[in-house]
């Protein structure tokens, strides 16, 4: 039988507010398609608006190689970005908030034009950039073990749960996004290292291939909006006590504690 949308977005709600995981998500009995999945993410969404939050922006997951091997999922996901999941840069965030989460480091997108369509090329991207910002997400499935395929991870908003933006924006001219090194530290040791040119050989490439994409939906990235691009490493398992550390080379960095619940 076809996905239950209103179900499904209802068991995502309820994991994300208990912090308490679903077994299984979706399943393949029920023969789901990626628009069925993403159906799911847009009633989870218009659901949280509707309780007063806000669409902030988009997020591409997946596309780095070393991000599909990580978690088993052999292509990119996509979802909103809500105004809730921004945190500030060297404040703590608890382990109480989660449920078993990740780490990554990507440079943040912020528009000062819409862009979007099936014809977008890197070109319009660069037009339409204002300028980009170190970033941490933090993913954390909503699905136990994180035992997902590419329906759960769309239906689940790319398994977003939150963003700290570093405070060193740059334009386009002043980064060369196709070759930054990068790097996620825990308590000053390394956990993670990559490049920028691992998110689909450059950040832009990867966002002219999200515009794609969503123009399937009639979805439009707007001005103002921020957009992250994906991973340049293999997300890094978060660890309580510890002070993590996203740190782009010849640019800039952004921090946050992650602490012990209770």
Known sequence: MPINIADTAQRILDAKATRTPVDILIRDEDAPTVADAFRVQQEVIRRQVAAGDKVAGFKLGNIAKAMQAKFGVDEPDYGYLLASQFYPENLPRSEDEFIKPFVELEPAFVLKHDVGGPHVTVADIIAATDFVVPALEIIDSRVRDWNIGIFDTLADSGSGAGVILGGQPRKLS??????????????????AEGNTNAIYGSPLSALVWLCHRIAEYDITLRAGQLILPGSCLAAARMVPGTRITGRFEGWGEVSFDYTAAG
Request: no cysteine; glycine share 12%.
């Open 174 to 191: 002043e980064v060369n996004l196709s070759d930054t090194p990068g790097v996620i530290t825990f308590d000053g040791e390394a956990v």
